[in-house]
């Protein structure tokens, strides 16, 4: 098992920033991809950026790419997720996850270990 759990949500104004944290423990850190989906009420939970074991790749939706960075420190067995220029509609509940390091995917359903995520709130 994998226990994640994410910190760093809270209320920010539009065009301001937020790094959110998730610290991982249970197993090695290092042998898993990294992921960041968010939902927000009556949708579905959606991919927002993913990392591999290394850090040394990375991908992002189009919805953030250029605003929000994935990075990680496996020597903290944390992942972070660095957002900037920040919108209303990036308003969600933001969850990381956990996928093997075979599995390179934005598939929500083939992630094993979720946290319990953490509300982000961005007003206008």
């Known amino acids: 098992q994998v226990q994640l759990v994410e910190s760093g949500g809270g209320l920010v104004q539009a065009g301001g920033s937020r790094r959110l944290s998730c610290v991982a423990s249970?197993?090695?850190?290092?042998?898993?991809?990294m992921g960041w989906f968010r939902q927000t009420p009556g949708k579905e939970r959606e991919f927002v950026a993913r990392i591999n074991w290394g850090g040394g790749t990375t991908s992002y939706d189009d919805s953030v790419k250029g605003r929000f960075t994935i990075s990680r420190e496996n020597a903290y067995n944390t992942v972070y997720l660095q957002m900037n220029s920040l919108k209303p509609e990036d308003t969600a509940v933001y969850y990381c996850?956990?996928?093997?390091?075979?599995?390179?995917?934005?598939?929500?359903?083939?992630?094993?270990?979720w946290g319990q995520g953490t509300q982000v709130t961005v007003s206008a």
């Open positions: 996850a956990a996928v093997f390091f075979t599995q390179w995917t934005t598939a929500r359903h083939e992630y094993e270990y």
């Open positions: 249970g197993r090695p850190f290092t042998n898993y991809n």
